[in-house]
Antibody, heavy 118, light 111 residues
Framework: EVQLVQSGAEVKKPGESLKISCKGSGYTFRSYWIGWVRQMPGKGLEWMGIIYAGDSGTRYSPSFQGQVTISVDKSINTAYLQWSNLKASDTAMYYC???????????WGQGTLVTVSS | QPVLTQSSSASASLGSSVKLTCTLNRGHDTYIIAWHQQQPGKAPRFLMRLEGAGRYNRGSGVPARFSGSSSGADRYLTISSLQSEDEAIYYCETWDSNTWVFGGGTKLTVL
């Protein structure tokens, strides 16, 4: 069974750094892309970026380029999304999703809620 | 770059059928899309992949009540025999060489 399990909810202060994770199981992790999606409170889904687990090749949405870093450790089947300087506007639910053949998402993680507040 | 347009809301009665629409912008009307369902308080769930010719492939465990079709730049999701658990927001997704996009989502109310 394909599963993506994300790390738990985080509460941070503005200016702090954060790294959240997404661990894949039930499939050959290195053969798929992992995408990250933001959902701000009461809003729709926004694509942030995507990484190929096999070679760490990455694509970013222009809206998020330079604001976040996507990485992967294929030795432990885990993808990451990190911030170096959190803002209150980063408060949102973040989802990871598996993408097959550089196409659409076909499995989703359960989400990680990030709250940034002073 | 592709853009997807969805109506913000739709409603239909329990046991009836509903057809949701996702429209691709000019120049992208042959694109493949995916439909995802997000029930209240839950993560999105992949429903199906839908091609421009109307062929579709449902995700694992997705009931046959969910079907897809296409006409020109429009991609449709039809849900038949509506159940209360179908009340959700439905998003379409597509992608290009270096970018992915989601539609704004359609909130479906089951009356």
């Amino acid at each position: 069974e394909v599963q993506l399990v994300q790390s738990g909810a985080e509460v941070k202060k503005p200016g702090e750094s954060l790294k959240i994770s997404c661990k894949g199981s039930g499939y050959t992790f290195r053969s798929y892309w992992i995408g990250w999606v933001r959902q701000m409170p009461g809003k729709g889904l926004e694509w942030m970026g995507i990484i190929y687990a096999g070679d760490s090749g990455t694509r970013y949405s222009p809206s998020f380029q330079g604001q976040v870093t996507i990485s992967v450790d294929k030795s432990i089947n885990t993808a990451y999304l990190q911030w170096s300087n959190l803002k209150a506007s980063d408060t949102a639910m973040y989802y990871c999703a598996r993408h097959g053949d550089y196409s659409h998402a076909d499995y989703w993680g359960q989400g990680t809620l990030v709250t940034v507040s002073s | 770059q592709p853009v997807l347009t969805q109506s913000s809301s739709a409603s239909a009665s329990l046991g009836s059928s509903v057809k949701l629409t996702c429209t691709l912008n000019r120049g992208h009307d042959t694109y493949i899309i995916a439909w995802h369902q997000q029930q209240p308080g839950k993560a999105p769930r992949f429903l199906m992949r839908l091609e421009g010719a109307g062929r579709y492939n449902r995700g694992s465990g997705v009931p046959a009540r969910f079907s897809g079709s296409s006409s020109g730049a429009d991609r449709y999701l039809t849900i038949s025999s509506l159940q209360s658990e179908d009340e959700a927001i439905y998003y379409c997704e597509t992608w290009d060489s270096n970018t992915w996009v989601f539609g704004g989502g359609t909130k479906l109310t089951v009356l």
